[in-house]
């Protein structure tokens, strides 16, 4: 690993993570337009977000740099990562995941697992998001048949959770399923211990999500992270 690397993934990052903001805006103004953005914060990016924005996707980059695969692997995991943080804050101002995103999504996991797996790699790929669907599905009817909870997952964290599941394949998923599952509990212990949540709150999911994803696309790093524990 060479210092000019470094520099330019700093460079690239902060470039990335000062573009978050203006490319947010703009796709929340087209969903304006179709009627689809309800009454949610429309506020500005002051400097504190921006500059949170800007650290994020620099660690990311480094990271990206550190514990890529190769050189393919790397630009996918930059690519996720933007669009990870990109829909992450679209769905914290709107509570809406655009479809355009999961579509992106699910064409760039396909382009990259026939890359990285070859053609049967999409076999794999449909056995995840047959997982995804099971135990979603197998989720809410424990939920509200024994706890009469309601899960309360929109239709684009459904969505999205498969575009996500499609893309990284199995056994990654497992890493996609487990990620989501921490950052969730962690998140709801947090809001509940701060009187911010309850049990019948909902928030916007799409954080939860990138998280595991995230998280898949450094499975073999945190399956031998895991190991070494």
């Known amino acids: 690993m060479n210092y000019i690397s470094i520099i330019l993934n700093v460079i690239l990052g902060a470039v990335v993570g000062c573009a978050l903001p203006k490319m947010t805006n703009k796709m929340i103004s087209y969903k304006k337009t179709k009627g689809k953005v309800q009454s949610y914060s429309l506020g500005r990016f002051n400097k504190t977000n921006y500059f949170l924005l800007t650290v994020l996707m620099i660690i990311l980059f480094i990271g990206a740099l550190y514990f890529s695969k190769n050189y393919v692997h790397y630009v996918f995991i930059c690519i996720f990562s933007s669009i990870a943080l990109y829909c992450t804050i679209i769905d914290y101002k709107i509570r809406i995941i655009p479809n355009e995103m999961v579509i992106t999504v699910l064409i760039l996991g396909t382009i990259y697992t026939i890359i990285d797996k070859g053609i049967k790699g999409i076999y794999s790929s449909f056995i995840a998001l047959l997982l995804v669907v099971i135990i979603f599905a197998l989720s809410t009817l424990v939920l509200k048949l024994i706890f009469k909870i309601s899960f ?23 890493i996609f399923l487990t990620g989501m599952a921490c950052a969730m509990i962690v998140y709801c212990t947090v809001g509940i211990l701060l009187g911010k ?27 031998e992270f895991l190991t070494f524990l």
Not at 199 to 222: E, H, N, Q, R, W
Request: aromatic share 14%; hydrophobic share 55%; with cysteine.
């Open 197 to 223: 949540l309850t049990l019948k709150s909902t928030f916007p999911m799409c954080g939860v999500l990138m998280t595991g994803f995230i998280a898949a696309l450094y499975a073999d790093f945190v399956t």
């Open 152 to 174: 309360g997952i929109g239709a684009g964290d459904i969505k999205m959770s498969m575009a996500i599941a499609f893309s990284i394949g199995y056994p990654d998923v497992f």
